[in-house]
């Protein structure tokens, strides 16, 4: 029987418990991932694929708002930088420049 992959991101956590956190180049913007609909090899070949996050921005005044969130739109204008970028990948993460360059391509 092989392993089936899984949506370790699947069940709504709390602001204070993101699966992971993406901040703007700039530093003016920040995602909170909250939930993953999809797991990541079916996001990989989804450009409709999107997470429900908590965004920061410059007109949310130091508050977040909730709701879903391309996964491209983070991706391309945004580093992760919670897990720790260093930290080894795990199925849970997915990497931005395969998602970038299938964007690309299509």
Request: with cysteine; proline share 8%; hydrophobic share 30%.
């Amino acid at each position: 029987m092989s392993k089936q992959e899984k949506n370790l991101c699947g069940k709504t956590r709390p602001i204070t418990d993101p699966y992971e956190i993406w901040k703007s180049f700039d530093g003016t913007w920040e995602w909170k991932v909250l939930k993953k609909y999809q797991k990541p090899s079916r996001e990989l070949k989804n450009r409709f694929a999107r997470w429900f996050c908590a965004v920061s921005s410059p007109y949310t005044h130091g508050s977040y708002e909730l709701g879903d969130v391309y996964v491209h739109e983070i991706v391309s204008s945004a580093e992760r930088h919670f897990p720790d970028i260093d930290d080894p990948p795990t199925e849970i993460s997915v990497d931005p420049w395969s998602l970038a360059r299938l964007l690309v391509n299509e």
